[in-house]
């Protein structure tokens, strides 16, 4: 008999509910029964993102860095504006309602900048004022937060110059606190990352001009389930896995009896989606002259 031919299996949120309650030896009956499974699958990936599971979702996120500036989002943070031509980089904008401030670190259109986390909350229609330039505008809206929010963590990160990337060192909060002199300009060495809910990596020294690039490789949260008919943020080699967790999260609640072998099975489907999702690179071990001794 001839094969399918096809590769398109994705099984929707709603599929992975009823495999779940299958596995728990329940059949789902109330739109109750669909919203708790949803949920419990938010809090698997949020399992997983604890874990490092979520590798597929690491993407690079590229920001020019503004002289003098020395932190920025764990992403992008844009404020719509009526107009933003007279207003310069670096410089600390101020809500007049809100009393909010942020450094503008990028203009990429006419009624739109790139801002660094704010104080505050810019309100929608209040006035701004350019701390340097005192160039004022209004605000169109409100600033979304998610982007940088759904920020876990960075890998690895660069700065580029003259098309030359110089990999930068990452330090602790007790390393970047114990920096002496945290003005000092020149080249960023080194960035620490602080994970708060609104993340902000911080690079020292401060930039010496607004033309290098901040290149980083950042790690963000699967995309939640919401609705049944949805599909999920994972590859194919990680549906057993998900099936497995979600199966073991709804048998804490409604099949206790089962909930030994269900965690042990995700335990296992995990180990293995765990061991696949990982960099494959030569591996050399050179050793050292002083290693070769002969013994005598």
């Not at 001839?2 to 030896?25: H, L, M, N, T």
């Not at 030569?282 to 002259?289: D, G, H, K, L």
């Not at 002083?290 to 005598?296: D, E, F, K, N, Q």
Request: with cysteine.
């Amino acid at each position: 008999m001839a094969v399918s031919g096809s590769k398109d299996f994705e099984p929707d949120v709603a599929e992975y509910i009823e495999e779940a309650f299958e596995r728990c030896g329940l059949e789902l009956r109330t739109g109750y029964d669909a919203r708790t499974a949803r949920r419990s699958l938010n809090f698997l990936f949020a399992d997983w993102a604890n874990r490092g599971l979520n590798r597929w979702t690491i993407g690079q996120v590229t920001q020019t860095v503004a002289a003098g500036v020395t932190e920025y989002p764990l992403g992008t943070i844009t404020l719509s504006v009526a107009a933003s031509g007279s207003f310069s980089l670096a410089e600390t904008i101020t809500g007049g309602t809100s009393g909010s401030t942020a450094y503008v670190i990028t203009k990429p259109s006419a009624t739109s900048m790139t801002i660094t986390n704010p104080s505050g909350t810019f309100a929608a229609t209040e006035s701004i004022t350019g701390g340097t330039s005192a160039a004022t505008t209004t605000v169109s809206s409100t600033p979304s937060l998610i982007d940088v929010q759904s920020s876990i963590d960075i890998l690895s990160s660069v700065i580029r110059r003259s098309g030359q990337d110089i990999s930068i060192q990452r330090v602790s909060r007790d390393g970047y606190l114990n920096i002496p002199d945290k003005t000092t300009t020149g080249r960023p060495i080194q960035f620490y990352v602080d994970r708060q809910i609104t993340p902000i990596i911080k690079i020292w020294p401060a930039p010496e001009n607004s033309t290098d690039q901040l290149i980083y490789d950042r790690l963000v949260r699967i995309d939640d389930a919401d609705t049944s008919v949805n599909t999920t943020q994972v590859p194919f080699r990680f549906y057993p896995c998900l099936a497995a967790g979600l199966a073991y999260y709804i048998a804490l609640k409604r099949a206790p009896d089962r909930v030994q072998l269900l965690k042990t099975l995700y335990e296992e489907e995990f180990e293995r989606a765990a061991s696949e999702d990982r960099d494959r690179a030569s591996f050399f071990i050179v050793p050292t002259e002083s290693s070769l001794r002969v013994a005598g």
